[in-house]
């Protein structure tokens, strides 16, 4: 028996999220008629439901990276002080 005292939050959702995933999946097994374009598919339900969650699972993971890398690469995060090669003559010939 899990101990749920010593179990994380999320580490328990996910067990339960995957566990009534599971469930529903395993309930509608029978087949059903899929049109795509011109053709005619007969599939599972089990098969469209799996897809559409790996696509949605999918689709979530890559706007959440791209969300995280566009946050990272902000104008103030790339910032950087110019490197000063100038040496002191440079610079009096320059201000003169």
Known sequence: MFC???????T?????L?????IILMQNTDEVNFK????NLYLPKLVILTATLF???LIGLILASRTSRAANHSPQN??????DTLSPEDRDYISD
């Open 4 to 10: 749920l005292q010593l179990m994380k939050f999320k």
């Open 12 to 16: 328990f959702f996910i067990i339960l």
């Open 18 to 22: 995957t566990v009534f995933i599971t």
């Open 36 to 39: 795509v374009l011109l053709w």
């Open 55 to 57: 696509l949605g699972i």
């Open 78 to 83: 790339n910032y950087q002080k110019p490197y």
